[in-house]
Structure formats: C-alpha cells, structure tokens
C-alpha cells in the first residue's frame, strides 16, 4: 500500500505522542509504503493535482527517527491513500488545501478525510447540527448577543471558530472585569464570529476526546484533566491525559453521530465531550491515539489501518 502523508514538517512532531506518527509506524509495520508532503507540496499543473513527495523511511531510533529520500513530483491519484494531516489554524491556505484535493479526488485520488468534509465541518460550529448533546451556546459578533448570553447563564466559555490546541479560550463570569476588551479582542472589534458557550463544571473531571474510526467508537476515550488553576484540558495547555471507558452517555453520542460522520467521508473523527455534554467534533487531524494505545493496550492506530484498508478495497 502507498500511503502519503500531509503532514506539518517532521522536524516538529513529537513522536512519543504524535498520532501522524502513530498511523505511520502501523503502516510500515504492516508492508506499506510511506510519503510525506507539505501543505505547500500541492498544486495543480496542466490538469492535474500533483505534489512533491518525498519517501520516508522511519528509522526506529527515538531521536533521528526518520530518513527522508529527494521529493519527486507525483500525481496524487498514484498513491493507494492519501491522508491530510495538516493541523490547524484552518485558514483560507488551508480552505485552498482542500480545493486541491477535492480536484485530486475526481482524478482517482482517495483522500481521507475527504476534503469537502473537512470544509463542511468547522469542529466548532459543526455541533449545532446535534443540538441535542450540546450545552447552552451561540454563535455571534456581536457584543448585546454575547452579553445577554453571558448574563443569563453567569459563567461561560468564549472561543474562536479556528483555534486548536485551546488558544484563545476565555472563561467568563458575569462580575469579570475585563468583559469588554475580552469580546473586543476575540472579536475583533465585531469583525470576527465566535462562539459562547455555558461552562461546564464537569470540566474538572477532564475534556474528553472521544474518537470514531471508520464510523465506530473507539472503546476508550481519553479525558483531559485541567492542570490546578486552568480552565483547559487540552494537553497542550498543559492537561493530564487519563484514558477511560467510554460512559453511556459517551458511547451514546458517539453512535448517534458516527454513522452520518462517516457517509461523508469522515473515517476519522475526534469529539470532545465534557460531562454529558458534546462541545466539538474535530476533523483536521483528531489527536490521541498514542495515549490511549499506551494506557489501555488497545492498538487504535491499528483500527485506523484496519478501517483505511476496508475503505480501499
């Protein structure tokens, strides 16, 4: 199987954790062939999508872990899959990725997840389709809307539409003080939509991302534990991985979207769940493979494989 990457440069993952990696090192163990590309790799030329792709070779070794061969220009519909890993922000740079790849599908190239997915699903916005699971939110610019949320429900989340990582998240209370240079930054002076939504006390007990694969739960999910004094479970801002069983309620979500998720090309979804509550449904490069794997036993990078090799055959 010839499988190519986009990925963000290699130079910068980290290994131990990163789910990129992850999927790679199943693949090889498995017989396949590995390229990489950037997002800047891709491009349309006399008619058809092509990219420099460079073979990579994983070592084995902790730190130089990879060797790389010299990029060749390649046409993506030569490659078995390929997979778009490239993380946030989701930019206009990135909103052009996806025309690519969507031109590269309708020249044969498998493309997963499906770009016209990814667009479609902005991992913030995308939950008012499952209104159902999620908590008190709005979507706005405008600051009356924003106020008025935040004074009928006392303790709220702001966020951008685009961030990762937990970039940018603003809890506030009524009585903050810095309400409005907080709405006028995050909005940019009413230039920029976000969203608001009613904090979770459950936070505590840890954000947790839930992942589907090849319209499936994943058994174990990972919970994020906010580090003493922080409001963010993202472990990159500095939260503790623990993984658990999925809940009831967990594995009810999880089943209620999987299945419309995956018809539309969706073959690997990361939501986040906080108490009983569905907070995002990440689509970009859904993370945590590793530490769930580490945890439990569970080989997820090996359910990934074996749902790509289902979805190609």
């Given at each position: 199987?010839?499988?190519a ?7 910068e993952?980290k290994?131990y954790?990163?789910?990129?990696y992850a ?6 163990a498995?017989g ?19 990219g420099?792709?460079?073979?990579l070779h994983?070592t084995?070794?902790?730190d130089?872990?990879?060797r790389s061969?010299a990029?060749a220009?390649t046409?993506?519909a030569?490659?078995?899959a ?10 206009m740079?990135y909103?052009?990725?996806?025309y690519?790849l969507?031109?590269?599908?309708s ?9 016209r997915?990814?667009?479609?699903h ?7 389709r ?5 908590t008190?939110?709005?979507?706005t ?6 106020r008025?949320f ?8 702001f966020k ?8 940018s ?7 903050d003080?810095?309400i ?6 995050l909005t940019?002076l009413?230039?920029r939509?976000?969203?608001?939504q009613r904090y ?6 840890g954000?947790k ?14 919970a994020?534990?906010p580090?003493a004094g922080?409001t963010?479970?993202n472990?990159?801002a500095?939260?503790t991985?623990?993984?658990?069983e999925?809940t ?5 979500i ?14 690997v979804v990361?939501?986040?769940v906080?108490?009983?509550c ?6 970009t ?9 580490q945890?439990?036993?569970c080989?997820v990078?090996?359910?990934f494989?074996d ?7």
């Amino acid at each position: 199987m010839k499988l190519a990457f986009i990925v963000d440069p290699l130079d910068e993952f980290k290994i131990y954790k990163d789910t990129s990696y992850a999927m790679m090192r199943e693949a090889a163990a498995r017989g396949g062939a590995l390229y990489t590309l950037q997002q800047a790799d891709i491009f349309w030329r006399k008619h058809r999508v092509s990219g420099f792709a460079a073979r990579l070779h994983l070592t084995g070794d902790k730190d130089a872990w990879y060797r790389s061969e010299a990029a060749a220009e390649t046409d993506l519909a030569q490659f078995d899959a390929v997979i778009m890993r490239k993380d946030p922000p989701f930019d206009m740079e990135y909103v052009y990725s996806t025309y690519l790849l969507e031109a590269a599908e309708s020249q044969g190239a498998r493309v997963f997840n499906r770009p016209r997915a990814i667009r479609d699903h902005n991992e913030k916005m995308a939950i008012a389709r499952y209104a159902q699971f999620i908590t008190p939110t709005v979507v706005t610019r405008l600051d009356n809307v924003l106020r008025d949320f935040l004074a009928e429900h006392g303790d709220v989340i702001f966020k951008p539409l685009d961030g990762m990582g937990g970039s940018s998240i603003f809890r506030v209370r009524k009585d903050d003080p810095n309400i409005s240079v907080i709405i006028e930054t995050l909005t940019q002076l009413g230039a920029r939509t976000i969203m608001a939504q009613r904090y979770l006390p459950e936070i505590i007990d840890g954000d947790k991302r839930v992942l589907l694969i090849g319209g499936k739960p994943v058994p174990f999910c990972l919970a994020r534990i906010p580090m003493a004094g922080e409001t963010r479970g993202n472990l990159a801002a500095g939260g503790t991985g623990v993984a658990r069983e999925l809940t009831p309620r967990d594995r009810e979500i999880a089943e209620a979207l999987a299945p419309a998720l995956h018809a539309q090309g969706l073959l690997v979804v990361g939501l986040d769940v906080i108490g009983s509550c569905l907070t995002e449904i990440n689509v970009t490069s859904p993370t945590c493979f590793q530490e769930i794997t580490q945890q439990t036993g569970c080989n997820v990078a090996g359910l990934f494989m074996d749902a790509l090799t289902a979805e190609l055959k």
